[in-house]
Each structure stands twice: as C-alpha cells, then as structure tokens.
C-alpha cells in the first residue's frame, strides 16, 4: 500500500509501508535460547512471592527474547523448602488433595504433614499453579530443582544467586 501526500510526509512524497517504516516482531527459537542457571534461597522468604519469582524465570519473562510459544526460560534452582514462610493462617488452612482415580480415592494432606515429608512439593505445586496449564509447562516445569537443605546438585553450572 502507497501513501501519497499522507500529511506526515512531503507533499508527492512516496512511502512504501506507510508514513511509518516497518517494525518486525522478534519471535525466538528453541535453537537459539541459551538458558541460565539461577539459585533462589528460600529460607525466610514468602512462599508465594518466592514462586512468582521462579515461575517468571522458568517462562523466560525477565528477558527481552520472550516469546510465549517457545520456552525461552532458565534454570532455577531452590535451597532451603523447608525454610519457606506463609503469611496469615495458611500454615494451620492449606490442604494439599490428591486422587488415586478410584472411587472414594480422594486424600487430603495437611501442610504441616507434607512439609515433614517431602518440602520440595510445597515449593514445586505452587510454582506449577503459577505457570500455564499446558504442555510447555510441563517442560518448563523439569527446569525447576528444589531441595529441602541447603546444599544443590548442580554447583558444576555456576548458577547466578537471586536475593
């Protein structure tokens, strides 16, 4: 499309694209993402601001690449799930439900159970509500490594410490 004579431009003056020039989307590629490691220190901190955290450098939101359909996010690793802290009266009302698929197959666990037991999936569900209910979450989601103590598998990838 020509615009002649638009009233932006000189008068006679032809453009190709418009009276603005062209602007492409940057769309990026799984071939081209080159992810990071970053580690997250969870003692002390909220449990859900924390997984906001996680769950914005699993999707890749904190770069300037993002692109929804392609997993453009980092590694992140977290220390110390059992350290976590809720606010209010979460710590005594929360109940993490699981179902066997049977009939009558429905439990419920208390947080206080689930944080004696296994912390890691304290941490792990709520940054998993947090991301898209699909299946690039459910890949992203690997990228997730969270450990109840403070020492971590992966000091061979120099991950990059987050306050």
Same mark, same amino acid.
């Given at each position: 499309?020509?615009?002649?004579?638009?009233?932006?431009?000189?008068?006679?003056?032809?453009?190709?694209?418009?009276?603005?020039?062209?602007?492409?989307?940057?769309? *990026?590629?799984?071939?081209?993402?080159?992810?990071?490691?970053?580690?997250?220190?969870?003692?002390?901190?909220?449990?859900?601001?924390?997984?906001?955290?996680?769950?914005?450098?699993?999707?890749?939101?904190?770069?300037?690449?993002?692109?929804?359909?392609?997993?453009?996010?980092?590694?992140?690793?977290?220390?110390? *799930?059992?350290?976590?802290?809720?606010?209010?009266?979460?710590?005594?009302?929360?109940?993490?439900?699981?179902?066997?698929?049977?009939?009558?197959?429905?439990?419920?666990?208390?947080?206080?159970?689930?944080?004696?037991?296994?912390?890691?999936?304290?941490?792990?569900?709520?940054?998993?509500?947090?991301?898209?209910?699909?299946?690039?979450?459910?890949?992203?989601?690997?990228?997730?490594?969270?450990?109840?103590? *403070?020492?971590?598998?992966?000091?061979?990838?120099?991950?990059?410490?987050?306050?």
């Amino acid at each position: 499309m020509n615009v002649k004579g638009s009233g932006l431009t000189g008068v006679g003056e032809i453009l190709p694209f418009g009276p603005f020039p062209q602007m492409k989307t940057y769309l *990026a590629k799984k071939e081209t993402v080159q992810p990071k490691w970053y580690l997250i220190d969870a003692e002390g901190k909220v449990l859900g601001r924390l997984a906001v955290k996680a769950a914005n450098i699993l999707r890749g939101r904190h770069k300037p690449t993002y692109t929804p359909h392609v997993d453009t996010g980092d590694f992140v690793v977290v220390i110390n *799930a059992n350290k976590v802290v809720l606010t209010g009266k979460k710590e005594e009302t929360t109940e993490y439900m699981s179902f066997s698929g049977y009939v009558g197959g429905e439990k419920y666990r208390k947080l206080a159970d689930v944080r004696k037991q296994k912390p890691e999936f304290i941490i792990a569900q709520a940054v998993k509500g947090m991301l898209p209910k699909n299946r690039l979450a459910a890949k992203m989601l690997t990228k997730l490594r969270v450990f109840s103590g *403070a020492t971590h598998d992966h000091a061979a990838q120099n991950p990059v410490t987050l306050k």
